[in-house]
């Protein structure tokens, strides 16, 4: 689960190893303690290189986000052009050769899986849109959700059927999913895939409606905005193909990658290491934590509820 239905807490979640509430940054123009020590900190302060290539916007270096790190890219293209995983790999990739024979560690943040839909990769789209685009019997939210001031800057009152949203939400998710082939590519390529930890995961979800609330995200702790992605691939491919149905949460993250690369994790980090679960041993909180700042509360869920 996401520690926050929006990215600012959430991302600071998955590199501090802190809840919302621990790390303080929950609000706009929070900004993180210094005493925290981050994980970019931790590995750079253990001899490895640090790099981080965003799309901007709320992952934005101002909030303490960028400690620890080298290079910290955040600068997002004006809204005419394209953003995304086609600007910020490049450069990325680029880094990730340079420093192919020393110890490193590359955080890329993208918003190719985000509102506005339209804004993907006009090949991509293109074929998307091939897709039918069937009427549904949730389409009458589109009008209504168009009058929601917070809709219109995710264009929402351009779609007449949910299905042409959704249509255009898997294009992003398609496109997302390319960049992290590229990115695996090039770890096989430079013979580096077998010895990295590589984790895919999602700083909050996607609501369609599905509580006739809104489209989008921020607004609740419900499953559509909290339940999340979390692919890890472990060095020497330990574990492949598991799914582990165990609930865990984004405080975990950080001392996963610390365990992994043999790194103690600073003693303030909430989560714990997922790499106990591929040994079949209990994670050591039954619940998951988490924040929304537009409702002022807290949700506390316990593993099988």
């Known amino acids: 689960t996401a520690a926050a239905p929006w990215t600012l807490p959430s991302h600071m979640t998955m590199l501090t190893g802190l809840d919302p509430?621990?790390?303080?940054?929950?609000?706009?123009?929070?900004?993180?303690?210094?005493?925290?020590?981050?994980?970019?900190?931790a590995l750079k302060a253990a001899g490895f290189r640090t790099a981080a290539f965003t799309d901007g916007g709320l992952v934005h270096h101002s909030s303490g986000m960028g400690q620890g790190f080298e290079i910290y890219r955040d600068?997002?293209?004006p809204p005419e052009m394209v953003n995304g995983f086609a600007r910020l790999l490049p450069e990325a990739l680029d880094w990730m050769r340079s420093t192919r024979h020393e110890d490193s560690f590359v955080f890329i943040h993208t918003f190719d899986v985000h509102s506005p839909y339209q804004r993907g990769?006009?090949?991509?789209?293109e074929q998307f849109h091939e897709r039918p685009t069937p009427s549904g019997p949730e389409d009458y939210l589109l009008h209504r959700f168009g009058f929601q001031y917070w809709q219109v800057n995710q264009?929402?009152?351009e779609y007449g059927r949910m299905s042409e949203v959704l249509r255009d939400y898997d294009a992003g998710v398609h496109e997302a999913d390319a960049g992290v082939g590229q990115i695996?590519?090039?770890?096989a390529g430079?013979?580096?895939?077998e010895n990295a930890l590589v984790i895919v995961v999602s700083d909050h979800g996607e609501s369609f409606g599905d509580h006739h609330v809104h489209i989008g995200h921020g607004l609740a702790l419900t499953d559509d905005e909290i339940h999340i992605p979390l692919l890890i691939r472990f060095p020497g491919r330990e574990g492949a193909g598991q799914r582990i149905e165990t609930l865990v949460d984004m405080t975990d993250i950080a001392p996963t990658a610390l365990d992994v690369m043999g790194?103690?994790?600073?003693?303030?980090?909430?989560?714990?290491?997922?790499?106990?679960?591929?040994?079949?041993?209990?994670?050591?909180?039954?619940?998951?934590?988490?924040y929304s700042q537009n409702q002022e509360s807290v949700f506390l869920v316990r593993d099988g509820y």
């Open 263 to 290: 790194i103690p994790a600073p003693a303030e980090m909430q989560g714990e290491s997922l790499h106990k679960l591929l040994q079949h041993r209990a994670r050591r909180h039954d619940y998951a934590f988490g």
């Open 155 to 157: 264009r929402i009152s």
């Open 121 to 125: 990769s006009p090949t991509i789209m």
């Open 21 to 41: 509430v621990a790390h303080g940054v929950r609000k706009l123009g929070g900004v993180l303690s210094t005493h925290v020590t981050t994980l970019a900190e």
């Open 75 to 77: 600068q997002p293209n």
């Open 184 to 187: 695996l590519d090039l770890l």
């Open 190 to 193: 430079t013979d580096r895939l």
